[in-house]
Structures are given as C-alpha cells and as structure tokens.
C-alpha cells in the first residue's frame, strides 16, 4: 500500500514510518520540518519506498495514497504555544485539506487525537465516551480545541461523505526521538538527570500522568487502522493505563540510573491537568490491543537513546 504519514519525521511518526516501512508499503512522508528532523528519518532514507515531501499540510496539496496518518501538529507545550494561531490552523486547515485528499481518492484516513480533548477530566479514568473539561480561551486551547475541531471534521467528513475515517486519542507517550528540550517531562527528567541537574517537578509532584511507551503505540495506531470498515469511526483511547505521580517517575529514573537525584519544585503551569488516564476497554475489545511494555523497560531504552545522544553532542 502507499501510506501517506504526515508530521512523519517527529518522534512518533518515524517510529510509525519505520513500521510501515518494515511491513513492505510504499510510505510517503510529509513534513515542514518544525519540530521533527532530517535526522529522525536519516536511517530510512535509502529504503526502497520511501520519500519525503517537505510541505506545510495548513497549505493544500495534491498526493495519492491508499491510507493517510495525519499526526502533523507540534505535541509539546512549548512548541505548540510558541505560535498558537498556526497550532490551530495545522489542526483545521491540515485537517480540511488531508480529508479532502482523502476524499478525492478514497484513501482511509487516521486523525492522531489526543487525552487533551479531556481537558482537565471531571471523570478518571476517562473513557472515550467523556465529552472533556477543556478551557477554550486559555494557553493550551490552541491545541486542545484544535484537537477537538480536528475530530468534528473529522466525524463530520464520515458522516456527510462517507470517508473511513479513524481516530485514536493518543495518551503521554515516552522513548527514543523524543526531544531533549521540549518540556515533556520524561525527556525532561531523563536528560536532567543524565547531566546531573536537579529534576524539575511543578507543583507537589502529585499529579498524575499514565506513560505509553512508543512501539506500544505504533501498535496500537496500525491495529485501528487496519480494523475492518464500519466498526470503527469513533475515537479510541490508546495509552498505558498504569498511573504514576510525577515523584513515582522521579523515582523510577532514579532506580534505572542507579543514582540519587535532587529535585527542585516550581509553581504548575496554568490550566496542567491533575490526573489523567485512559480507559482502554474500547481498544482491548475492538482491536485486541493492550500495552506490553513497563515503564522500567521502556526508561530503560529511553534512557539508553539519551545517554547516546548527549555523548555524541559531549554533553553528558
Ligand atoms: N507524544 C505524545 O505523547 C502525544 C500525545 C497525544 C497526541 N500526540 C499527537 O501525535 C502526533 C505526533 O506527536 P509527536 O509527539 O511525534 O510530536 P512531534 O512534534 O515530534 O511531531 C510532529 C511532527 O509534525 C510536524 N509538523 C508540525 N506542524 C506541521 C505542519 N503545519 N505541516 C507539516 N508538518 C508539521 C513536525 O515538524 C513534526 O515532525 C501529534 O499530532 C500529536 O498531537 C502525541
């Protein structure tokens, strides 16, 4: 098949297209190059079948493809608020313009939601059936009500034009290619402590995040994708149920590195939700998926791309 992943040189994308790849599709992969790099990509670049458009998705295009993974969207706080009126623009017009190539050509479609269309949930877990709690003028709403939009076209464009589409809410997911320096709190932490600076924990350190470890996740996007036509067009929840604080994590990296760390606290970002994780009975029925990997296993491996890269940059 010729699979079209857009926003497929970020972290999770490159897992996506080297998956794709392995199981023998043609994969196109689109990008603007904001947060993602050429570096991410590097090792696919001579594999038959692959190929790179450099393209912004909020300006229209012209491709064909049998399946399209629209995961094009800054994910991190920092990138995504560092322009706000482009995070929504990616999120409605990169949507408009990858469901009208899905119309054109009959393509299947997958939208990357997110666990930020709960907001900060009055409901734990949170199931898929849970409408959210989201601020629509506050400094994560570009994305989050980008989001949300992004899954009322998405359902619209199914529901007025028949397009199979697919929508996974995709919860904190963690491992290699993820960003040094973006803020997310498992690079955060990992590459603080591999420098031996204090980990910075906002708030008491009490809240909670649910971590999916990224081969999980490819998984469990391609699972949904591949479902047969006509059983699923509602979101799915896909993340790693298991629930950890923020002093859980600090501790489980201090356990992976052998090592004792400091932290340091500061004040909680306007609008940080304070639990969240997904109820993934959908998933587990409908797709047979489940997470396979600990959170000690995936540190683990996550810990290993860090160390590697902060040694090749003479940084560690
Ligand atoms: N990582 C997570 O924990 C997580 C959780 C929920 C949802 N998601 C979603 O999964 C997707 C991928 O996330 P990620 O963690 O790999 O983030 P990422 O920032 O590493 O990847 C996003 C990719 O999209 C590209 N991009 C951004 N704006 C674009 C535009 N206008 N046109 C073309 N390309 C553009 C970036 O250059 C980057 O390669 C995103 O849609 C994100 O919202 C991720």
Redesign the pocket.
Same mark, same amino acid.
């Given at each position: 098949m010729r699979i079209l992943v857009?926003?497929?040189?970020?972290?999770?994308?490159s897992h996506l297209c080297e998956r794709l790849l392995g199981e023998g599709n043609e994969v196109v992969c689109?990008?603007?190059?904001?947060?993602?790099s050429r570096e991410n990509i590097a090792h696919l670049a001579d594999r038959p079948g692959f190929s790179v458009v450099d393209?912004?998705?909020?300006e229209p295009i012209q491709l064909e493809a049998d399946r399209i993974f629209n995961?094009?969207?800054?994910?991190?706080p920092i990138?995504y608020q560092h322009n706000p009126v482009?995070t929504v623009k990616?999120n409605v017009m990169?949507a408009i313009n990858m469901l009208g190539i899905a119309k054109r050509v009959g393509a299947r479609i997958l939208q990357?939601?997110?666990?930020?269309v709960y907001g900060d949930p009055a409901e734990h877990p949170q199931r898929e059936s849970y409408w959210g709690n989201v601020n629509p003028i506050g400094p994560r709403s570009c $994305?989050d009500e980008g989001?949300r939009v992004a899954e009322t076209l998405f359902t619209d464009y199914h529901r007025q034009h028949g397009i199979d589409i697919r929508i996974i809410r995709?919860?904190?997911? $963690?491992g290699p290619r993820?960003?040094e320096n973006d803020g997310?709190v498992v690079s955060n932490f990992i590459v603080q402590a591999l420098k031996g600076d204090e980990l910075t924990i906002y708030g008491s350190g009490e809240q909670t995040r649910s971590f999916c470890y990224v081969d999980d996740l490819v998984d469990g996007m391609i699972k949904l994708m591949d479902c047969e036509s006509g059983k699923v067009h509602k979101p799915v929840n896909v993340g790693n149920p298991g629930e950890f604080s923020m002093n859980e994590l600090a501790l489980k990296i201090e356990a992976a590195l052998g090592k004792k760390l400091q932290v340091r606290h500061l004040p909680l970002p306007e609008d940080d939700p304070k639990q969240r994780k997904p109820d993934i009975s959908r998933a587990s029925e409908m797709l047979g998926w489940v997470p396979t990997t600990t959170l000690s296993d995936g540190l683990d491996k996550t810990i290993g791309y860090f160390k590697q890269r902060l040694e090749s940059s003479g940084n560690s």
């Amino acid at each position: 098949m010729r699979i079209l992943v857009t926003g497929g040189a970020g972290f999770i994308g490159s897992h996506l297209c080297e998956r794709l790849l392995g199981e023998g599709n043609e994969v196109v992969c689109l990008d603007n190059f904001f947060t993602g790099s050429r570096e991410n990509i590097a090792h696919l670049a001579d594999r038959p079948g692959f190929s790179v458009v450099d393209h912004d998705i909020t300006e229209p295009i012209q491709l064909e493809a049998d399946r399209i993974f629209n995961l094009a969207c800054p994910a991190s706080p920092i990138h995504y608020q560092h322009n706000p009126v482009k995070t929504v623009k990616t999120n409605v017009m990169g949507a408009i313009n990858m469901l009208g190539i899905a119309k054109r050509v009959g393509a299947r479609i997958l939208q990357a939601s997110t666990s930020e269309v709960y907001g900060d949930p009055a409901e734990h877990p949170q199931r898929e059936s849970y409408w959210g709690n989201v601020n629509p003028i506050g400094p994560r709403s570009c $994305y989050d009500e980008g989001k949300r939009v992004a899954e009322t076209l998405f359902t619209d464009y199914h529901r007025q034009h028949g397009i199979d589409i697919r929508i996974i809410r995709i919860f904190n997911t $963690y491992g290699p290619r993820m960003r040094e320096n973006d803020g997310r709190v498992v690079s955060n932490f990992i590459v603080q402590a591999l420098k031996g600076d204090e980990l910075t924990i906002y708030g008491s350190g009490e809240q909670t995040r649910s971590f999916c470890y990224v081969d999980d996740l490819v998984d469990g996007m391609i699972k949904l994708m591949d479902c047969e036509s006509g059983k699923v067009h509602k979101p799915v929840n896909v993340g790693n149920p298991g629930e950890f604080s923020m002093n859980e994590l600090a501790l489980k990296i201090e356990a992976a590195l052998g090592k004792k760390l400091q932290v340091r606290h500061l004040p909680l970002p306007e609008d940080d939700p304070k639990q969240r994780k997904p109820d993934i009975s959908r998933a587990s029925e409908m797709l047979g998926w489940v997470p396979t990997t600990t959170l000690s296993d995936g540190l683990d491996k996550t810990i290993g791309y860090f160390k590697q890269r902060l040694e090749s940059s003479g940084n560690s």
